[in-house]
Structure formats: C-alpha cells, structure tokens
C-alpha cells in the first residue's frame, strides 16, 4: 500500500477519536452524533424511557452472540423484552462504538424523530 493512503484500521479509529468534553465543536460528519446530527436535544421521553432504549441498544449491539438473536430482536421492538435478558449477552464481544450509535437511535425512535438526517443538498 502507499505511503500516502491511510490504513482502513487508523480511518476507523480517527473517525471514532472523540473526547466527552461537552464544550468541543460538533465537527462530524452531519448525519452523526458528533455532526449536526448531534446538536439535537433529548426532548419528551423520561428517564425511564432512556433506560429502555439503552437496554435495547444492547439488545441491538450484542445480540447477534444469541442464538435467539431474532426473537430477542423482535422483543426489543415489541416491548416484551425484559431487562434480564442482558445477562444472556456476551459483552466481550459487543462493539462499544455501536452501542452509543445503537443507544442514540433508540432515543430518537423514542422522540419520535427518526431518522433525524439533515436535508440534502442539492
């Protein structure tokens, strides 16, 4: 490979370098959390609402280590999912990453607004 062209692996991690300083600009890609896409506030679910779509997004990051990783996606969807569940799940092979993507998605499904894009431009 050329020197001047970067390895998929360091692309990934760079896109993935984020502090949690709350105070750094939201200098994404728009359709991120760390983009435009990110500036949204969190409106109109309680906090239990949250707790649920986190639990989910676990559902939707580390599901896939289930042999019932279908019925359990369809609880997760239908509301049938039981917070014990989890246990069922092995983290060490869940991405961390798509958990956070996961867990934003939930809360915008939850808001009511997704998928919250930005509009193209032409």
Known sequence: MCD???E?????LELN????DSDRPFTGQLHTDQGERGKTEVKGIRFRDLADCVV???IDSAGFT???????????NDGTLNYNDL???????MDPIALIQN???RVEKAMGIFPNL???KP
Do not use: V
């Open 17 to 20: 370098n984020q502090t949690t």
């Open 56 to 58: 989910k997004a676990f």
């Open 103 to 105: 867990i934003t998605i």
């Open 8 to 12: 998929l692996s360091d692309i990934i």
């Open 66 to 76: 289930l042999e019932n990783c279908d019925e359990m996606h369809q609880r997760a």
């Open 118 to 120: 930005p509009k193209a």
């Open 87 to 93: 246990y069922e799940l092995d983290l060490s092979r």
């Open 4 to 6: 001047f062209i970067p």
